[in-house]
């Protein structure tokens, strides 16, 4: 099951879960990122990183763990 953190994602992971639930199989949850380029990066978004395209890459993945985090919890809940 695909997750991208919006409530469209969040009601679509439910019903995963459920029918999951209901036939006693397992759902793979994934959240997935492009790889960053230098020459991809759009220049505001650098920007609201503080003008480190690296700081910028780390803070995608933090939002990235944030989703799948929060998506996991909610297959345990």
Request: proline share 1%.
């Amino acid at each position: 099951m695909a997750v991208d953190g919006s409530e469209n994602s969040d009601k679509a992971l439910d019903f995963a879960l459920d029918i999951a639930e209901k036939f006693n199989s397992a759902v793979m949850i994934l959240n997935v990122s492009e790889s960053l380029t230098i020459g991809a990066v759009p220049e505001e978004a650098v920007a609201y990183s503080g003008g480190n395209a690296v700081s910028f890459g780390k803070d995608l993945r933090r939002i990235h763990d944030e989703i799948l985090g929060r998506s996991v919890a909610r297959e345990s809940s």
